[in-house]
């Protein structure tokens, strides 16, 4: 059960990934005229991918918190055992930024919530009609939430690979 659960929260997190990726470039690199692949990538609606990425997020988070006590019990004990520190620690703070990110969400959702409407006329970004404050608040919050989630998915496949071959 623990390790659908696990298979379920990293196809979860993949998905968040994109649409954070996606809209982290859309909103901090917008693409002018998009000839080519990467400038495709970035010319994204950047409010489209707001409730997703909130939603995505959350459900995630939850599931992280399901599998948290099958880790603590079994994985965080054979890091102990084989003093595999930086691997257990890494952990640690990979607890601490997704808190901080789920905070964050409130004022991820404040910086985005514009409809999708409003967006229309902009940059492609979702840039029409808002400060330019307002701009570098929404590419900050995004990117900051994009490294956030890039650092938890590297950490957590990285200890899941360590797991895995190790077996813990």
Wanted: charged share 10%; with cysteine; hydrophobic share 55%.
């Amino acid at each position: 059960m623990i390790t659908t659960l696990l298979i379920v929260h990293g196809l979860l997190a993949v998905a968040l990934l994109g649409a954070l990726t996606h809209q982290a470039l859309a909103v901090c690199w917008p693409a002018r005229n998009p000839a080519n692949f990467m400038a495709r990538f970035r010319a994204v609606s950047g409010p489209s991918y707001t409730h997703a990425v909130i939603i995505l997020f959350v459900i995630t988070f939850i599931l992280g918190i399901v599998i948290y006590p099958a880790f603590r019990l079994n994985v965080r004990s054979y890091l102990s055992d084989y003093r595999l520190l930086s691997a257990e620690g890494a952990f640690e703070i990979k607890e601490h930024v997704s808190v901080i990110a789920l905070g964050l969400l409130p004022y991820y959702w404040f910086l985005w919530r514009r409809s999708a409407a409003e967006a229309i006329g902009g940059d492609g970004a979702g840039t029409a009609d808002v400060t330019g404050a307002q701009v570098l608040a929404r590419g900050a919050v995004t990117l900051l939430l994009a490294v956030i989630v890039w650092f938890n998915f590297l950490v957590g496949h990285i200890l899941n690979n360590i797991r895995g071959l190790f077996g813990a």
